[in-house]
């Protein structure tokens, strides 16, 4: 399958990302930060020398991630002041993709309000009534953008986000009817925080066409004690899950690219170790 890495996690320094990624065959980069700026925020001179770099190491983008829509909340409004902020940037990010040559560039959701539907009783007592309904309109502009521009975005299931599982992001782009330009960026590490099991039940969600682009690191989740630790790559919650995973994925033809992402450090705060405890096993697994 198609692997590459999170550069950033490895190191802002572009050069050196892509010269460890040569060291251990990846061969997609996915642009977060490079240098201190995030994309979607470097000077037309700085995406030159980005290319350039790319081009010296033969090296294609996977996506462009940026985090738009976070830090939204249900009180935004499309054509407010910060949802205009993240559709700037949205726009600058997919210009940055055109140069680059990225088929994805990543979105993210609004803040999280627990509990979005209930029944028996729940739906009076319990449910953020009307919160999901406020989703769908913050991202129904991006995805007339990424139509009129010829680009794909992702959505990641994030752990703070109103999509923070499969079920979540395949419903919102139900909702805007948006498959052939929305996908799932699947984070089935970030998917744990609200239990929902990556193998089978998140595949499940997304195999029919939703799936766009994936994001692998391993975790353990405490959410009674709201604690989570990142684990070296095999040694989390999801070590007996990747391998059927990797399976499936293989048997269904996914054609996109899996992303490797390094936020492990073995305690001493260099996510290069934590990077290089995990990519052998990444590779035997969905190499």
Sequence with gaps: MKLGVICDGISRDLRHALAVMDEFGLEYAELQFVGDTEVGDHTPQEIRKIKQLLVEFDTPVSCLSRHIFAGMTTA???????????????????????????????????????????????????VAKGAWDTLPPLIAPAVDLARAEGVTLVVETGNGTMVNSNYTARKLIDDLDAKDVLKVLWDPANNCWCHERAFPDGYD???????????????????????????????????????????????????????????????????????????????????
């Design 205 to 287: 969600e997304v195999k029919d066409g939703y799936l766009g682009h994936i994001h692998i690191k391993d975790v353990q989740v405490d959410t009674p004690r709201a604690t989570l630790e990142v684990r070296e790559l095999g040694k989390g919650q999801l070590a007996k899950q990747f391998r059927p995973m990797a399976e499936a994925l293989r048997a269904d033809g996914y054609g996109g690219v899996i992303s490797f992402e390094s936020v492990y450090h073995p305690g001493n705060g260099s996510f290069e170790d934590g990077f290089r405890k995990s990519i052998g096993l990444f590779k035997e697994i969905f190499g």
């Design 76 to 126: 935004n409004r499309p054509g407010d002041e910060l949802h205009t902020k993240h559709m700037d940037a949205l726009r600058r990010v997919i210009d940055m993709a055109h140069t680059l040559g990225s088929p994805l560039v990543r979105i993210m959701t609004s803040k999280k309000e627990q509990i979005l539907w209930g029944r028996y009783g729940a739906e009076e007592w319990n």
